[in-house]
């Protein structure tokens, strides 16, 4: 059953600490979007790669926010310093660029900085 | 930012009876998308609908799309406690996939 996999699915940390979400696409999909869901703003999208390449980081705030995939079968997404407005639900999509098709979620990294 | 708006934000309804959920959006698009999201859990998707379609079933999902007014709607016939859910509509604007996500509806089906 492939599926997206997220570690860790649960995080909390204090302000000023580096904190590192992993995921894991599914085998065989080339496009992979970090999006980040909160109460107040939705569902923002973060950072968009494309054959492991970035396509879009726009949405992320450059100064503490660093999106990499070092493989296929890895995509990171740090924070440093972390701050308690990064409170949020991060989560790892993966699809199939060359169609018009759906994107498959992992279950989301839920961080909490005090 | 949010592409889509969604309609109503909360929506509670008797097992049985139909739901309906707009979104309207602001930007040409590509295709459409609704996702549900059950509670803690990622996104699902449920039905993609292109912009050259109007209308697409998939189960006891119906979705339109009127492009002239940037808008669709979401309808799931005969609801159950299970659908129960927070539903997203996703635009979007190229022949890739990505995709921006209005803020959603709350569903409640009670039993």
């Known amino acids: 059953d492939a599926r997206v996999t997220q570690t860790p699915r649960h995080k909390v940390t204090e302000m000023g600490q580096e904190v590192t979400m992993r995921c894991q696409p599914i085998?065989?999909?080339?496009?992979v979007f970090w999006y980040r869901q909160t109460m107040m703003q939705g569902l923002e999208l973060l950072a968009y790669?494309?054959?492991?390449?970035?396509?879009?980081d726009s949405g992320m705030p450059k100064d503490r926010f660093s999106a990499e995939m070092p493989d296929a079968t890895l995509a990171t997404l740090k924070i440093q310093p972390s701050e308690p407005r990064d409170s949020a639900v991060y989560f790892c999509?993966?699809?199939?660029?060359?169609?018009?098709?759906?994107?498959?979620f992992g279950e989301g990294s839920r961080l909490t900085v005090l | 930012s949010q592409q889509g708006e969604e309609d109503p934000q909360a929506l509670s309804i008797q097992e049985g009876e139909n739901a309906t959920m707009n979104c309207s959006y602001k930007?040409?698009?590509?295709?459409l998308q609704w996702y549900r999201q059950n509670s803690g859990r990622g996104l699902v998707h449920l039905i993609l609908?292109?912009?050259?379609?109007r209308e697409k079933h998939s189960g006891r999902l119906r979705v339109t799309l009127d492009t002239s007014k940037k808008s669709s709607s979401l309808l799931i016939t005969a609801s159950r406690a299970a659908d129960t859910a927070s539903y997203f509509c996703?635009?979007?604007?190229?022949?890739?996939?990505?995709?921006?996500f209005g803020g959603g509806t709350r569903v409640l089906v009670k039993p």
């Open positions: 085998l065989g999909h080339n496009t």
């Open positions: 790669f494309r054959n492991r390449a970035p396509l879009d």
């Open positions: 609908i292109r912009s050259n379609e």
């Open positions: 996703a635009t979007g604007v190229a022949a890739g996939n990505k995709l921006t």
């Open positions: 930007t040409s698009i590509n295709n």
């Open positions: 999509a993966s699809g199939l660029t060359g169609r018009v098709g759906e994107l498959f």
